[in-house]
């Protein structure tokens, strides 16, 4: 079946736009997730969503960053008023509602 | 809090030698362990995963692990490498009935023939 998929793979923006990352989880998981992954760095958690609601964001680093997932399935990664330091790449992951989280191939974001 | 400590961050090894990629984690609580691997431009992939019981866990590509609660380690072993099991590897803990992982900073393995 299909996996994780992300949009767009690619991302330049300059700094000070706005920015919207797609998330479509594998059909059926409940949970869905967001990490950061700067360059040589492990994945940092940001969001979490158990069905609609975000069940623990305690991950975003600031007011900047916002996600939706306002059907339970997709999800939308916001940033507003980018900065050079987002530059990262974003994972989503998504899961049946166990242990294990299937990610997704990344949105690579650079901010000019 | 936890927090996950991947003792190398670069491992060379030849061909079909053996490999051990260490993992030490930290925390208060009973967790869960995984490694993923990361080939380039691509997402993570599910390697093992300890959950209970035996602690040596055996996953794909013929890379196993064992957890070891008294060392808080959880290292990956393979007896044999492959030119194809270049990549970078992540260590991850998650506490047991919450959803976050909590990775270690990888280790990038690199098979030279």
């Known amino acids: 079946g299909a996996g994780v998929s992300q949009t767009p793979s690619n991302k330049v923006t300059e700094k000070g736009k706005y920015v919207e990352l797609r998330c479509d989880p594998i059909?059926?998981?409940?949970?869905l997730y967001w990490y950061r992954q700067s360059l040589g760095q492990g994945p940092e958690f940001l969001i979490y969503?158990?069905?609609?609601?975000?069940?623990?964001d305690s991950g975003l680093p600031n007011d900047r960053f916002f996600a939706v997932r306002p059907e339970g399935s997709v999800s939308t990664l916001k940033i507003q008023r980018t900065e050079r330091g987002d530059s990262a790449v974003y994972l989503c992951?998504?899961?049946?509602?166990?242990?294990?989280?299937?990610f997704g191939p990344g949105t690579r974001l650079l901010v000019l | 809090a936890q927090s996950v400590t991947q003792l190398d961050s670069q491992v060379p090894v030849f061909e079909e030698a053996p490999v051990e990629l260490r993992c030490n984690y930290s925390?208060?609580?009973?967790?869960?362990l995984f490694w993923y691997v990361q080939y380039p431009n691509q997402g993570l992939q599910l390697l093992l995963k300890y959950l209970s019981g035996s602690t040596l866990v055996k996953g794909i590509n013929g890379f196993e692990a064992e957890f070891n609660k008294s060392q808080t380690s959880f290292h990956l072993r393979k007896p044999s490498v492959h030119i194809s099991d270049t990549a970078e590897y992540f260590c991850?803990?998650?506490?047991?009935?919450?959803?976050?992982?909590?990775f270690g900073q990888g280790t990038r393995l690199t098979i030279n023939p």
């Open positions: 925390s208060s609580v009973s967790v869960y």
């Open positions: 992951a998504s899961s049946p509602g166990g242990e294990t989280q299937y």
């Open positions: 991850a803990v998650q506490i047991q009935g919450a959803q976050k992982l909590v």
């Open positions: 059909s059926g998981h409940t949970a």
């Open positions: 969503f158990q069905g609609t609601g975000a069940a623990d």
